[in-house]
């Protein structure tokens, strides 16, 4: 089944502990993102990569890094993270940034 | 100024009516544009791409008019698993903008 699983679903926190949230998709697919949603700002693009080795920032970058060493996997990194990163994450995957894109189920971030 | 716009909602509408959402995007150079559903908070899922010629499936028909630079979409006979949030997504220099989304609520 063609699928983007993300882990974890749900992550309490406290401010400064960095973290991990991991994202892997099966479909082959080369454009990879991640999205922040807040109530009333909708999605928003944190980082992307058009493929392996290949990240760049999106709209709100500040405060994440990623990384895409393989072309399945694209983790996102909260080296410190803070009460404002607070939100609800989904990654997603498309062929291209032309396409269209499978989200994963999302992770629910809550920073103490 | 955001890079797409959809009004927010909520359109509250009965079984049966036909509802039309509308969004905006202020960059001329976009290249892809799509229709996505979310309910509650879920990631969101594919409704449909959105092409200059327009597209219908089903229920759903959806334009884009690259003069004027808006994408709208029609759902007709509206049925109760229609209520969602409707988010416009426009495809720009590799990246994607969202619109904050359309909330439809359909009644019995």
């Known amino acids: 089944e063609a699928q983007v699983t993300q882990n974890p679903r749900y992550l309490i926190t406290v401010t400064g502990k960095k973290l991990t949230v991991t994202c892997s998709q099966n479909m082959n697919h080369e454009y990879m993102s991640w999205y922040r949603q807040d109530p009333g700002l909708g999605l928003r693009q944190i980082y992307y990569?058009?493929?392996?080795?290949?990240?760049d920032k999106g709209d709100v970058p500040e405060g994440y890094k990623v990384s895409r060493k393989e072309k399945r996997n694209f983790p996102l990194i909260l080296e410190s993270p803070s009460p404002n990163q607070t939100s609800l994450y989904f990654c997603?995957?498309?062929?291209?940034?032309?396409?269209?894109?499978?989200f994963g189920a999302g992770t629910r971030l809550s920073v103490l | 100024r955001k890079e797409v716009e959809q009004d927010p909602g909520p359109f509250n509408v009965p079984e049966g009516a036909t509802v039309a959402f509308n969004c905006t995007y202020s960059?001329?150079?976009?290249?892809?544009f799509f229709w996505y559903r979310q309910d509650c908070r879920k990631e969101p899922k594919l409704l449909m791409s959105v092409y200059s010629s327009g597209n219908e499936d089903g229920r759903f028909t959806a334009q884009l008019n690259r003069a004027s630079q808006y994408i709208s979409l029609l759902i007709r006979d509206s049925k109760l698993s229609d209520s969602a949030t409707y988010l416009c997504v426009v495809s720009s220099f590799n990246k994607f903008y969202f619109g904050s989304g359309t909330k439809l609520n359909v009644k019995p």
């Open positions: 990569s058009m493929n392996v080795e290949v990240t």
């Open positions: 960059n001329s150079a976009s290249q892809s």
């Open positions: 997603a995957s498309s062929k291209s940034s032309l396409n269209i894109q499978y």
